[in-house]
C-alpha cells in the first residue's frame, strides 16, 4: 500500500472532478503538445494518466496516446469515459515501468503524479521515463511551483460541491526539503467521510538539471503554463502558479 491508493481514489477524484473541465484538458493538452513538439501519429505515454483526460484531448491531435496509472478503478473509469483510436490503458507503478526502451516519441506526467516518493524513488521514475523515449524524444513534467509556496507556505482551501458535499484541504510547504503536505476531507451530506493525506515532492528550478542528468536526460528549458504559449517562454517566478520541466533524451 501506498498513500496515493486512498488520495487518489474516491476522494480525489470526486472533489475536483468538476473543475477537470473538457476545456481546461484541451488547453492542457495544447500546452503538452506543443512543449514535447507532438506531431500527428506520435505515440505519448501519459504518466499517472488518472481517468484518461489528456489521452482524450490529445487523441483530437492525432496522437496515438498509452495512459499508464497504478489504480484499477481511475482506468477502468477511463475505458467507460471512452478513449480515442489508437490509445491504450497499462496498469503499472511508476517506480517500475513496464515498457519496452524506446518505444514513445515522448512522455509526461501532469500535476505532480510523477514525484509521491522519496528523492531515490522519485528519479528511479523520472529515469524509467527517459528508458522509454526514444534518443531525441521529450520527457515533460509538470508539478506545483516551490518558489511560490516558499512565500505561502501554509494554505487552506474549503468549498461546496453541488451534491453538497463539503471539500476541506490543509497544507504545508516544507521550503527545506520542497515537500508538500497536504490533507484533503470530503463530508457528504449524510454525514459519510473520505479522509486522506498526500505528501508530493516538488523541485525547484535549480535542483531540475542535475535531477534531470542522473536519469539521462538534458534539461531544455522550464517554463509555467501561464507562458507555454508564448515566444519566447518565461521562466516561472514566485506569482506563477506551476512548473514545467521540459527534458531531452540525448542521442
Do not use: Q
Not at 528519479?123 to 534518443?135: D, F, I, K, T
Amino acid at each position: 500500500m501506498h498513500w496515493s491508493d486512498a488520495y487518489y481514489g474516491e476522494l480525489y477524484l470526486d472533489s475536483v472532478e468538476d473543475l477537470l473541465t473538457p476545456a481546461l484538458s484541451a488547453i492542457e493538452a495544447g500546452a503538452i503538445a506543443a512543449l514535447l513538439r507532438l506531431r500527428p501519429g506520435d505515440r505519448v505515454l501519459d504518466a499517472g494518466c488518472g481517468h484518461g483526460r489528456h489521452l482524450r484531448a490529445l487523441g483530437g491531435r492525432g496522437v496515438r496516446s498509452v495512459g499508464l496509472d497504478r489504480s484499477a478503478p481511475y482506468l477502468r473509469r477511463a475505458r467507460s469515459l471512452g478513449l480515442p483510436g489508437g490509445a491504450a490503458l497499462v496498469r503499472a507503478d511508476l517506480r517500475a515501468l513496464p515498457l519496452r526502451a524506446g518505444a514513445f516519441a515522448a512522455a509526461f506526467s501532469w500535476y505532480a503524479s510523477l514525484f509521491m516518493f522519496d528523492d531515490p524513488a522519485n528519479e528511479a521514475a523520472l529515469a524509467g521515463l527517459a528508458r522509454a523515449v526514444r534518443p531525441g524524444g521529450r520527457v515533460l513534467v509538470h508539478h506545483g511551483n516551490p518558489l511560490r509556496l516558499a512565500i505561502h507556505p501554509r494554505e487552506k482551501a474549503s468549498r461546496t460541491l453541488a451534491d453538497g458535499t463539503r471539500v476541506e484541504e490543509e497544507s504545508v510547504f516544507d521550503p527545506v526539503h520542497g515537500v508538500d503536505r497536504c490533507r484533503r476531507r470530503m463530508v457528504r451530506p449524510d454525514g459519510s467521510r473520505l479522509e486522506a493525506a498526500a505528501e508530493l515532492r516538488y523541485y525547484s528550478p535549480s535542483e531540475w538539471g542535475p535531477l534531470a542528468a542522473r536519469a539521462g536526460l538534458r534539461l531544455v528549458e522550464i517554463t509555467t503554463t501561464a507562458g507555454a504559449a508564448e515566444t519566447p517562454r518565461r521562466p516561472p517566478g514566485p506569482e506563477a502558479p506551476d512548473l514545467v520541466a521540459v527534458l531531452e533524451k540525448p542521442t
